[in-house]
RNA sequence: GGGGAGGUGCCCGAGCGGUCAAUGGGAGCGGACUGUAAAUCCGUCGGCUACGCCUACGAAGGUUCAAAUCCUUCCCUCCCCA
């Protein structure tokens, strides 16, 4: 295999479109005999505070690029995020804060380089050049792009004709996402295939503005946990990059087995015929502790990966079982009271545990929905496979 | 500007004077089976030591022995015509 070939192979993988056609084929090609890295730009609006595996994927690959010895531009949309991507909208965004842009950009830029080798990244803000823009820059620019194509768009298209309002500036978003382009004359732009639009738009546009027009990549959008609809904070389905290493680890291995290998494919370099001829779970945990190490190091990863096992595989008791102190009026106490004490939600909802024969004390199933605790004692409490807790009942006078 | 429809539990969506804490589906939760997977099956899904009581059907009032269901006002959504 030529060294164009494996780049070609590693860089292509799971990417959705890579437009036109040959052209990355081409520029690798080129930039093997000149010994030019590739110039690749992929775009951020720090429009949410933290981000989650999803928004990995570009990230993943950038860092694919970076291996193979690329430059990458990792451009944050600081000026962008305050008008709002009106991709797949049916109605204008709200605007953003300068100041919820200012924090989002910080954690963003902490939280992206776990994937990104920092040495190797540039980052550029576009309000550098978008926030400098004179109503004659606007102007030109403007003069450069039709409504038309516009109105092809899926989104606007729909909204147009329903009559639902489009506001003008919602046109300039991906003209300044094209323009960015413009301002940094990467040789690929990479990004969501949602974004397919938009970077054709930047391809134009450097042709209009006299340049080599970049070429386009594009990847898909991360299934959630659900395995359905795209990974989202507000659908709940996301594995977020801050996770504490044991939920994180956790919702990994309750993945199932066909979505582990999308993410396999989309989040790691590994060679999926192999994995599907592993036993599912082995190779999740090594997924779950592979993304575990890359967040938050080698050490927590292997952590995380013994308490699964201990607690799940091997059903012992974690170590690190949250205790409780109950104070205990009297002698004894109610057992739907102490569990409400210990964090059920409701005592209705403690009860209908007991009823389930969900609940164990000290390793016994009590279905008896009368049971009290002696006061004094420290038990094992157990409501569920996900609540467990160490309770102590300390006898208080009440 | 004119005309019409509607706001019900986490979501969708029935109900249109009592038998409604409110059918059904989805999500969630629990149990069984497991690899804390998927699939499947069963159960549960406002609160309260409960064959009863309290709070709930956009908000506030009102009519009734009795209202999610009727009336009034208000708030908000949506659709059609111009």
Not at 150 to 160: A, G, I, N, W
Not at 243 to 263: C, I, N, Q, T
Not at 291 to 310: K, L, M, S, T
Request: net charge negative; hydrophobic share 40%; aromatic share 8%.
């Amino acid at each position: 295999m030529t060294e164009l070939e494996r780049q070609l192979e590693i860089l292509s993988r799971g990417c959705v479109e890579l437009l036109p056609e040959g052209a990355l084929a081409e520029q690798l090609a080129l930039a093997l005999k000149v010994g030019r890295p590739l110039r690749v730009k992929a775009g951020f609006d720090p429009t949410a505070p933290d981000i989650h595996l999803g928004h990995t994927v570009l990230l993943y690959k950038l860092a694919q690029f970076q291996r193979l010895g690329h430059e990458v531009i990792l451009l944050i949309g600081d000026f962008t995020a305050r008008i709002g991507d009106p991709t797949g909208r049916s109605e204008t965004r709200p605007p953003l804060s300068e100041e919820a842009i200012r924090k989002n950009t910080e954690t963003y830029t902490a939280q992206v380089f776990k994937i990104l080798d920092p040495e190797r990244t540039r980052v550029v803000f576009n309000g550098d050049w978008l926030g400098r823009f004179t109503l004659v820059d606007l102007l030109t620019l403007c003069a450069k792009y039709n409504v038309a194509p516009m109105l092809t768009r899926d989104d606007f298209s729909k909204r147009y004709k329903a009559g639902h309002p489009i506001a003008i500036h919602e046109f300039l978003y991906p003209l300044m996402q094209g323009y960015d382009s413009v301002a940094l004359e990467p040789d690929l732009e990479l990004g969501g295939s949602d974004q397919t639009f938009n970077l054709l738009v930047g391809r134009d546009l450097m042709r209009a503005y006299g340049q080599k027009p970049q070429s386009i990549m594009t990847m898909p959008l991360l299934e959630g946990t659900d395995g359905v609809r795209k990974m989202s904070k507000s659908y709940g389905n996301y594995i977020g990059v801050t996770e504490a290493p044991d939920g994180m680890f956790g919702k990994v291995m309750s993945l199932s087995d066909e979505l582990m290998l999308r993410y396999m494919e989309l989040l790691t370099d590994w060679d999926l015929e192999r994995v599907r001829a592993e036993h599912p779970m082995a190779a999740k945990q090594r997924l779950a502790m592979e993304f575990v190490a890359r967040f938050h190091g080698r050490e927590a990863a292997e952590a995380a990966r013994d308490a699964f096992v201990a607690r799940f595989s091997k059903r012992e008791v974690p170590d690190d079982l949250p205790e409780v102190n109950v104070p205990c009026p009297q002698g004894d106490m109610w057992l739907p009271d102490v569990l409400v004490a210990a964090g059920m939600p409701s005592k209705s909802e403690a009860r209908r545990r007991i009823g389930a024969g969900a609940v164990y004390v000290d390793g016994e199933r009590v279905t008896d929905e009368q049971a009290r605790l002696a006061a004094g004692g420290t038990y094992l409490v157990k409501a569920g496979k996900r609540s467990m807790w160490r309770v102590t009942l300390t006898w208080a006078h009440g």
